[in-house]
């Protein structure tokens, strides 16, 4: 079993950034790949960005060049940097693992794009 719990959520005016954070209970060198999605009301749950195990990142193509996925494996936890926030980038943002050909979700956290 894997829990994953992300943090990180919050109010931000447009413009503004902030970083989120999905800490895993395993090892995440064992968690491959590990991605953000994001799911906007009304709207279709959609990748945000993936990273392996080995480094390879892909981003969604509205988020490219203000995103940026990292991984830190001391501490069991993936981030998702978000500059230039917009209020379409407002969502429910949830981590996800795969582990031993099962995919698991974290709980989520709200980014809300306001002024």
């Known amino acids: 079993q894997v829990q994953l719990v992300e943090s990180g959520g919050g109010l931000v005016q447009p413009g503004g950034s902030l970083r989120l954070s999905c800490a895993a209970s395993?090892?995440?060198?064992?968690?491959?790949?590990m991605g953000w999605y994001r799911q906007a009301p009304g709207k279709q749950r959609e990748l945000v960005a993936i990273?392996?195990?080995?480094?390879?990142?892909n981003y969604a193509d509205s988020v490219k060049g203000r995103f940026t996925i990292s991984r830190d494996n001391a501490k069991n936890t993936v981030y998702l940097r978000m500059n230039s926030l917009e209020p379409e980038d407002t969502a429910v943002y949830s981590c996800?693992?795969?582990?031993?050909?099962?995919?698991?979700w974290g709980q989520g956290t709200q980014v809300t794009v306001s002024s």
């Open positions: 996800k693992a795969r582990w031993n050909g099962n995919d698991y």
């Open positions: 395993r090892s995440i060198i064992s968690l491959n790949p």
């Open positions: 990273i392996t195990t080995f480094g390879g990142i």
